[in-house]
């Protein structure tokens, strides 16, 4: 049937086909179809009273045009029947899934989805921060930063230069973009005593710090509540705190410590919180390495990899303390993935853990050939399902990566005296991806981790160039230059 009067009473609207696979540009067929108010579809020449308004909704990374009406544009106006209007979509992996939708004045809206199929991928990451020991144990480090597309022989963004008297061991970053660097005043930095060294500190440094620039801030140890630092490993929590090792007296702990200090804290600050085992304990001396690793999940629980101490010798794996318990001096660990023949993790050739987006629990680890003659170390990952609890899982990864490339036959791979051994592989994660430090080879790999077996790097930042030079740890930051949610703290000595 034909009207002519062009006075709209209601929409129709659909697209054709309605999906696209997320990640490949695709185009479809738009029909907007117009009816008066006795039911009667407006056609012909004239124009409809008042313009019918087509827009696409909800495409926050404006990978989506209309085109019709001579137009293109997010948002077209209609004036009179059209045919041959098409939306585009230019395969942007981030975008989410839409919907067009079509007003006119005294008419009911009429909407129609679009939508985009296969996950969505991590958003790309914006910046890269590398630790680099150095040829001096960490005295004189170096942090180089880097963009987060970069690979092959290329330059860092800037580099910053590092106290030359105290031993450079970890890396974080916060929302803010503040740049954390862990010290010790010592190589190994504890005392005959079993505590951290008084003079251990946290260097708290603004956001672009580079060349020898100073800190903005330090971190140090408080005398009124017995507390000390040991910045091994330290991660920003989610309300801009920093999570780190030490010793304190807070909360009737007795010794040493996980320590939770607030958003801004700085100079002899009292810790928010202190979180201890019950048994095993938290030791950072003695006979047997302490804490490999350092991790939070995105509900706040502490993921502690390495050793713990009692009467009877250490117990090694991951133990996980949930956010609950985040100042209980006598936690019970929520959940506990022992190494053992069982989970293929073996002390000494454990390093970092990290989380990534869906809550796998990845582990750093080594595979060592040959240990007497022609060592030869290779860089692995083993992934654990997800959850901060269920007691004792000693189950078997749900797959190991092979990471190629990341691989040595320097026999200090194996050497205790060698501080580069312990941080082999050190891991990083943004989302799935997962970033390397390989400290034997000056680089930086970057793998997906959702696949097992032999992984290729799809980056690997390599070369003269880089100033990469033994890093010890990586840290990625979203594109927005603000922190990841669930970053990584790496190495250990």
């Known amino acids: 049937s034909i009207a002519i009067d062009g006075v709209v009473a209601r929409l129709s609207l659909s697209v054709s086909p309605n999906r696209a696979k997320r990640g490949k540009p695709a185009t479809a067929a738009v029909t907007l179809r117009a009816f008066d108010a006795s039911g ?25 045009t209309l085109h019709g009406a001579g137009a293109s544009a997010s948002s077209i106006s209609i004036e009179k029947p059209t045919s041959g209007i098409t939306i585009s979509y230019d395969g942007n992996s981030q975008a989410s899934s839409i919907t067009l939708a079509a007003t006119a004045t005294g008419a009911p809206g009429a909407n129609a989805p679009f939508a985009l199929q296969g996950g969505k991928p991590p958003p790309p990451p914006g910046t890269i921060y590398a630790l680099n020991l150095g040829s001096k144990n960490g005295l004189g480090a170096t942090v180089t930063v880097y963009d987060g597309s970069a690979t092959g022989n290329v330059a860092p963004l800037r580099t910053l230069n590092l ?32 505590l951290p060294d008084s003079g251990n500190l946290v260097a708290i440094f603004s956001p672009d710090a580079s060349g020898n620039d100073q800190p903005a801030a330090t971190l140090v140890a408080d005398p009124s509540t017995s507390t000390l630092l040991y910045p091994l490993f330290s991660a920003p929590n989610s309300t801009g705190g920093l999570v780190t090792y030490g010793a304190t007296s807070v909360g009737h702990n007795a010794g040493d410590a996980v320590l939770t200090y607030a958003k801004g804290a700085s100079g002899m600050a009292r810790p928010q919180s202190g979180l201890d085992f019950a048994y095993p304990t938290i030791l950072y001396g003695g006979p ?6 350092l991790a939070l999940d995105a509900s706040g629980d502490v993921y502690y990899a390495g050793a713990l101490h009692s009467a009877l ?37 454990t390093t970092n853990v990290g989380i990534d987006s869906s809550g796998e629990i990845l582990v750093g680890t080594q595979l060592v050939s040959n240990p007497s003659s022609n060592t030869s170390c290779q860089a692995k990952v083993s992934v654990f399902a997800a959850g901060a609890s269920g007691g004792v899982t000693d189950d078997p990864p749900l797959r190991v990566l092979t990471l190629d490339g990341v691989y040595t036959q320097n026999p200090d791979c194996v050497s205790f005296q060698s501080l580069l051994q312990p941080y082999f592989p050190a891991i990083a994660l943004y989302g799935s991806t997962l970033f390397v ?57």
Request: net charge neutral; aromatic share 12%; glycine share 12%.
């Open 288 to 293: 047997y390495a302490g804490p490999t690793g």
């Open 437 to 493: 430090a390989d400290d034997f080879n000056n680089a930086i790999g970057v793998f997906q981790s959702g696949k097992g077996g032999v992984v290729k790097p799809t980056h690997r930042i390599v070369g003269a160039a880089t100033g990469l030079n033994a890093p010890i740890a990586v840290f990625v930051a979203p594109s927005s230059g603000r922190a990841a949610p669930r970053p990584v703290r790496n190495g250990r000595t």
């Open 163 to 194: 106290n030359p008297k105290l031993y450079a061991r970890s890396l974080a970053v916060d929302s803010a973009a503040n740049l954390y660097v862990g010290y010790f005043d010592s190589e190994f930095g504890f005392t005959g005593s079993n």
């Open 313 to 349: 010798g250490p117990s090694f794996g991951i133990f996980v303390a949930a956010a609950a318990d985040i100042g209980n001096p006598a936690a019970n660990p929520a959940r506990t993935i022992p190494w053992d023949q069982y989970t293929g993790l073996t002390p000494y050739q």
């Open 40 to 64: 009667a579809q407006i056609v012909g020449e004239g124009d409809y009273q008042f313009p019918i308004e087509l827009s696409v909704q909800g495409d926050a990374t404006h990978s989506f």
